[in-house]
């Protein structure tokens, strides 16, 4: 992992290995406007939602998620994975694995692809049961669904997935 060409993956047991043992984990929920944040425990427990950054040019996304990293001790991310329902991919999981890969490089940390099909549905789901506002679930939308990303790697990594 030191040779600064990171380590991007949809397999949660490789990426599971790459990772040191525990450490906070960084996920994203990649939108065409938007990047929604997650951030987890070092014990890998519990996802909790953070800041929706506007997307800009990957340079600019980097700067601000390289600072995220260095605040929480990032030792790895989890970056949603936009598959079809019948679980191809199209353009948008085409971009998000380029991403991953430019993300993994220039933060030399490992990648994993995770899933992402039902994240939105699920953060929506779970905003309304909080009788949170229309205008609030909009806003909060994508750190929600980054939050449900991360929870489902972190569940797998920990053995609690399967």
């Known amino acids: 992992m030191g040779d600064g060409t990171g380590l991007v993956s949809d397999n949660a047991l490789d990426y599971g290995d790459a990772l040191p043992d525990g450490g906070a984990l960084l996920g994203l929920d990649l939108g065409t406007k938007t990047i929604g944040v997650a951030t987890c425990d070092a014990g890998w427990r519990y996802a909790t939602a953070g800041k929706t950054l506007p997307r800009s040019k990957f340079s600019k996304d980097c700067g601000a998620l390289r600072k995220l990293v260095a605040e929480r001790s990032i030792a790895g991310v989890v970056i949603g994975l936009p598959r079809n329902m019948d679980g191809s991919e199209g353009p948008r999981a085409q971009a998000s694995r380029a991403y991953a890969r430019n993300l993994a490089e220039a933060l030399n940390l490992p990648v994993l692809l995770w899933d992402?099909?039902?994240?939105s549905a699920s953060a929506e789901a779970a905003m309304i049961g909080q009788d949170m506002s229309r205008a609030k679930r909009a806003a909060r939308i994508d750190s929600h669904a980054a939050a449900v990303i991360l929870q489902g790697a972190i569940d797998?990594?920990?053995?609690?997935g399967f």
């Not at 992402?116 to 994240?119: A, F, I, L, P, T």
């Not at 797998?156 to 609690?160: A, P």
């Open 116 to 119: 992402e099909r039902w994240s």
């Open 156 to 160: 797998t990594l920990s053995g609690g």
